[in-house]
């Protein structure tokens, strides 16, 4: 990854304030006004510029492959997103430059109105099953047993392919299910279409009986 | 008031400790963007720092309000103290005053008394002298008077010898006559006069004629 520019202005923000912070610590003076006035910067000002570098910082980092592969049961996920020769779904979006590193967060947001919060909701959700049932699973174990929680939505694709493109609608398939399409009854990521995007899961949770009530019809993890 | 002070250090210090913490839990985000940190950064550095710039917020104001308080405090202090220092004062000169007015206003009467006694004594001896001095000066005044006497024979001396010498009214008349008979101003002025009266000789004439006739008339006077 990376070094972010705001992450040195967040850095720069913490020290500011840490040294003053200290200051204070080690010198004890008595709370005289100029006293207030330094603590106002070291315990109030400056630590607020540093939430919200660092937050935003913190947001753009949850976007990135990498945050979403730290957690191990997502390493294969996130490999093969990031593989360029690979040529799954994900892979072949993760090698387009409007996807780039951010493909996870690109795929799997929620484009509605409150669709960011929705989806750090979401994100936060997964950081509490691993903490909670994942954080000590087998990655093997993980692969059968991890889904998506709700099937993935034909709008988030629509937000590139409208559907309404000549091109588009030139391709006898996507002009004999249009509707379905658009209306998501019909998955795009379904087999026979345009497949899943995490195939190397599906042979797996195929055959493992526990998982078979998490496929929906026409929709795969 | 020293425990105060220490009681406001205390909550500084943890607002101080705190904020490290909270900052620490950033910069951690910041340098490894992975799960935990920014989980952490986002949830528990927030509220440490929340939690620590209330904390330090409360106490300053405290700081503010107690200052403020102690300053109303001390001001209504000074003005009391004033208030009662003046009525001290006014207390004080007021019986001072008094004690004054009663030690000049005794003083000054006895003063009075004593100016009043004296100025009768005064008067009593003028009285006394008066009557001791009024037949004495009375009395050397008619021996005076008695001394003087010959002043009276003098007087009756200067009186006859007024009437032997008896020049004196003649001499006059003659000082008076040729007064008249000179006359030089009325006659210079009649001059000046006359040349507008067109030379009017005739009462010049008129005058001196007179006079010779005033000069020689002693067969009246003899007679």
């Known amino acids: 990854m990376g070094f972010n520019p705001l992450a040195w202005i967040t850095i720069g923000f913490a020290a500011s304030s840490a040294v003053l912070v200290i200051w204070f610590l080690l010198r004890r003076p008595l709370l005289t006004r100029s006293t207030k006035i330094i603590l106002l910067f070291g315990i109030g000002l400056l630590p607020l510029g540093t939430a919200m570098t660092g937050n935003y910082a913190g947001f753009e980092a949850t976007k990135q492959r990498s945050f979403c592969g730290s957690c191990h049961v997502m390493t294969p996920y996130a490999n093969d997103s990031g593989d360029p020769k690979s040529e799954t779904l994900a892979a072949r979006h993760g090698r387009n430059g409007m996807f780039g590193d951010e493909n996870c967060y690109t795929c799997h947001a929620d484009y509605g109105m409150f669709g960011t919060v929705k989806t750090k909701l979401g994100g936060l959700r997964h950081v509490y099953e691993y903490v909670l049932h994942y954080h000590d699973m087998p990655l093997e174990e993980a692969k059968r047993t991890i889904h998506i929680r709700q099937p993935f939505k034909n709008e988030t694709c629509m937000h590139c392919h409208s559907t309404q493109n000549p091109g588009w609608n030139a391709v006898a398939e996507h002009k004999s299910i249009l509707e379905p399409v658009r209306t998501g009854a019909v998955s795009c990521a379904s087999e026979g279409c345009h497949g899943p995007a995490h195939p190397f899961t599906k042979n797996l949770s195929a055959n493992d009986p526990s998982t078979k009530d998490l496929t929906v019809k026409g929709h795969t993890p | ?223």
Do not use: C, Y
């Not at chain 2, 019986?95 to 009663?102: E, R």
């Not at chain 2, 009649?190 to 005739?202: F, M, N, R, S, V």
């Open chain 2, 1 to 223: 008031m020293n425990l105060r002070i220490r009681h406001v250090s205390i909550w500084l210090r943890v607002s101080a400790v705190l904020t490290l913490i909270a900052l620490a839990l950033m910069v951690w985000s910041v340098l490894v963007p992975t799960p935990l940190p920014v989980m952490l950064a986002m949830t528990v550095g927030q509220g440490l720092g929340t939690a620590a710039f209330g904390i330090f917020g409360l106490v300053v104001l405290k700081d503010l309000t107690r200052s403020r308080r102690a300053k109303r405090d001390s001001m209504a202090n000074i003005a009391l103290q004033t208030i009662a220092l003046t009525k001290d004062v006014l207390a004080r000169d007021s019986l001072q005053n008094i004690a004054l007015s009663d030690d000049d206003a005794s003083r000054d009467s006895e003063k009075n008394i004593a100016l009043t006694r004296k100025t009768t004594r005064d008067s009593l001896q003028n009285i006394a002298l008066s009557k001791d001095d009024a037949p004495r000066d009375s009395q050397r005044n008619i021996a005076l008077a008695k001394d003087d006497a010959p002043a009276g024979r003098d007087s009756q001396r200067n009186i006859a010898t007024a009437k032997d010498d008896a020049p004196a009214p003649r001499d006059s008349q003659q000082t008076i006559a040729p007064a008249k008979d000179d006359a030089p101003a009325p006659r210079d002025s009649q001059q000046t006069i006359a040349p507008a009266k067109d030379d009017a000789p005739a009462p010049r004439d008129s005058q001196r004629d007179i006079a010779p006739a005033k000069d020689d008339a002693p067969a009246k006077d003899e007679s």
